[in-house]
């Protein structure tokens, strides 16, 4: 059980990166009211908490009905999840959501006076409950049925939740304390271990596939 919480908390923590979150919410909310900030701090996790729980429970109905095999869906969202981690890696997904946070802003300062809400986009969606974090609640609700793991996967996002929580919170005072280059530094290490992950949930899901056994694999 330890092993699946850890598992679930490192790939949301890199899928959804609340590392991030500090300075990108800060660029966004710049010319906002510390009101302003803080609903869209809380409605943002409200709506990616909606986000993500509605493709936990309703993930597997949605495959069935395109007529996707759970193990299809495992090798797509593995090889997903792979070049995510190699962005990360890399910093590419820093620098676009950077852009995009930067594009946010720069609509903020062309019209002054006005409280923009941003919180279903582009916080909540696709910055929180992105592509990433969509394929990874699918993938682990689909390879956990019992009610206990799906309880410590929904503790593992839900801490990850939180955190980014926080992160908008006291965006300002995280993105002097970590600096770049301690974000920089997190991102990397749990880029890494999400391309470990990524890798497995492709090796289970051409195992099932092909009908592969373990045994026979080693």
């Known amino acids: 059980m330890l092993s699946l919480l850890l598992a679930s908390f490192v790939t949301f923590f890199v899928a959804i990166d609340p590392v991030a979150m500090a300075p990108m919410f800060t660029t966004m909310t710049s010319r906002m009211t510390p009101e302003w900030r803080r609903k869209m701090a809380w409605k943002s996790i409200a709506i990616a908490t909606g986000i993500l729980l509605a493709f936990a429970f309703g993930g597997a109905w949605l495959l069935q009905q395109i007529h996707v095999s759970i193990d299809a869906f495992r090798i797509a969202g593995g090889l997903l999840l792979f070049l995510i981690a190699v ?49 990874s609640i699918m993938l682990f609700f689909a390879e956990n049925q019992d009610i206990v793991s799906r309880g410590i996967i929904l503790l593992g996002v839900g801490a990850n939740l939180a955190l980014c929580l926080i992160a908008f919170l006291a965006s300002g005072p995280l993105s002097k304390i970590m600096g770049e280059t301690v974000a920089s530094m997190l991102t990397r290490i749990f880029g890494i271990l999400l391309a470990a992950l990524a890798a497995q949930f492709v090796v289970d899901g051409i195992r099932n596939v092909f009908g592969i056994t373990a045994a026979a694999a080693g």
């Open 87 to 135: 962005d990360m890696l890399f910093e590419k997904r820093s620098e676009r959501r950077e852009e995009r946070a930067e594009q946010v802003a720069q609509h903020q300062a062309e019209h002054p006076g006005t409280q923009d809400d941003i919180a279903a986009f582009p916080l909540a969606i696709p910055l929180i409950s992105g592509p990433g974090a969509i394929a």
